[in-house]
């Protein structure tokens, strides 16, 4: 059974900047999650995709935007990078579109440095 | 709105001795509750879950949680402490009604000492 996971597994980008962050989900999951986790902090939910479709966002603005593919692996870009981006941003995979029920299997992140 | 607290930021603990992390949660409806570890440079697991039923829960590496309605608390507990685990511990909660995701509390590290 394969894992999640992330890549690249660390990024430094410049504040203005666009960043794409890349993750395949465990086998046979077809559901992705990604979640920000700033330093000493837990993780914060920026959205979740289904079928390829968005399934829920929480409080992060449009210039987080993501992708699902049809082998259920998934991008986050997020463009016009600000300082405050930097962070672990971590992926989960899940069964279903849910996540209550199903549990969420996390990657090891990608951490990324704005400068 | 979802909110979780952990009030401690750091623990430490002997090796053998046991333990308890603190998780407090808000919210009006009934809560999945979830108890996830993270080891240095490493994603997520989940050590337990509680939805409904028995309200004290078993997970993997001889957790246990007991969730407490009346207090709002999801306290997980270890009767004796290994040196593996020493790590940060997060809380989470999610709804229903909130969809699709899990709010985390700030996490709890722990630190074995021997």
């Known amino acids: 059974e394969t894992g999640v996971t992330q890549s690249p597994t660390h990024l430094i980008k410049t504040r203005g900047q666009q960043v794409t962050l890349r993750c395949s989900s465990q086998?046979?999951?077809?559901?992705v999650s990604w979640y920000q986790q700033a330093l000493g902090q837990g993780p914060q939910f920026i959205f979740q995709y289904y079928r390829e479709e968005e399934n829920g966002r929480g409080n992060f603005p449009p210039r987080f935007s993501g992708l699902q593919f049809p082998n259920y692996s998934s991008e986050l870009n997020v463009n016009a990078l600000e300082l405050d981006d930097s962070a672990l941003y971590l992926c989960a995979s899940s069964l279903g579109g849910g996540t209550l029920n199903s549990p969420l299997h996390f990657g090891n992140g990608t951490r990324l440095t704005v400068t | 709105a979802q909110s979780v607290t952990q009030p401690d930021i750091h623990i430490t603990v002997s090796e053998g001795a046991s333990l308890e992390l603190r998780c407090n949660y808000s919210y009006g409806a009934t809560p999945y509750l979830f108890w996830y570890v993270q080891s240095p440079g490493q994603g997520l697991q989940l050590l337990l879950k509680y939805f409904s039923g028995d309200t004290l829960v078993q997970g993997i590496k001889g957790f246990e949680a007991e969730f407490k309605r009346s207090q709002s608390s999801f306290n997980l507990r270890k009767p004796s402490v290994h040196w593996s685990d020493a790590a940060e511990y997060f809380c989470?909660?999610?709804?229903?009604?909130?969809?699709?995701?899990?709010?985390f509390g700030a996490g709890t590290i722990l630190r074995v000492k021997s």
């Open positions: 086998s046979g999951h077809n559901t």
């Open positions: 989470a909660v999610g709804a229903k009604e909130y969809g699709n995701k899990l709010v």
